[in-house]
């Protein structure tokens, strides 16, 4: 996997306002951290990050990232994101090794159409949308697809049936179910309960909204404190 290089500024200042300025520039406040370094508080430009974790292996990008003429190979481990907008408020860079086994999250596809299903009324329900696997920064597989061209009402494809590429390994149960064919009734079941769940997120979401918005008029609108969605804070 070839790794997308990034020019890192140093010396930026910490604190919420300072951040805010920042990011009202185009930059997203970060960290560096790794392999018996002390951490470094860096600034990268928002538009190149967000091309770097735009390619295929999306937030499992390698970055070569150039702090003060140093290449540190990296992955974004951490991005704390804005609770309405969803843009990037901060970024951890981890330090990595290509021959150091990694633990990462790899999102699931399904390809196929599932006719068998189809037929009977029944629905794909998939239960699994990413699976926890361990390889080297240059195996990590961009996606996992699972193809469900044979699933049937009652049949369940389960972790054990993911055939992983080589060199990738998986420590989850191998009898987790993945996806799952269900019967007609057990679809509609399922469709109310989607549709609770977003009412829900939909409250979450206003509530985080009218907080986020509370908390800038408070700050005179020159803070954005309390605006990430973990930790908040881009201290190191």
Request: no cysteine; aromatic share 0%.
């Amino acid at each position: 996997m070839p790794e997308v290089k990034i020019v890192a500024e140093t010396g930026r200042r910490t604190g919420t306002r300072s951040s805010g300025r920042l990011r009202g520039d185009g930059r997203i406040p970060a960290v560096i951290y790794g392999h018996g370094i002390d951490p470094i508080s860096i600034a990268v430009d928002a538009r190149e990050l967000r091309q770097a974790l735009s390619t295929d292996a999306g937030l499992n990008a390698l970055l070569s990232l150039d702090v003060d003429g140093t290449s540190h190979l990296t992955m974004a481990r951490v991005l704390q994101r804005h609770p309405v907008r969803h843009t990037v408020m901060h970024v951890d860079f981890q330090i990595v090794r290509r021959d150091e086994v990694m633990s990462v999250e790899v999102q699931i596809s399904l390809v196929g159409d599932a006719d068998l299903v189809s037929r009977e009324n029944g629905v794909v329900d998939q239960q699994l949308h990413s699976l926890t696997v361990k390889a080297t920064p240059d195996r990590i597989p961009h996606g996992i697809e699972v193809d469900i061209s044979a699933l049937e009402v009652g049949s369940t494809i389960r972790v054990a049936d993911i055939i992983l590429p080589a060199g990738v390994e998986t420590e989850v149960d191998p009898e987790a179910p993945v996806v799952v064919g269900q019967p007609p009734q057990a679809a509609a079941e399922a469709e109310a309960m989607d549709a609770e769940v977003e009412a829900v997120a939909a409250e979450q979401s206003e509530a985080a909204s009218e907080g986020a918005e509370a908390a800038a008029a408070e700050e005179g609108g020159g803070s954005d404190s309390g605006a990430a969605d973990s930790g908040g804070s881009d201290e190191a």
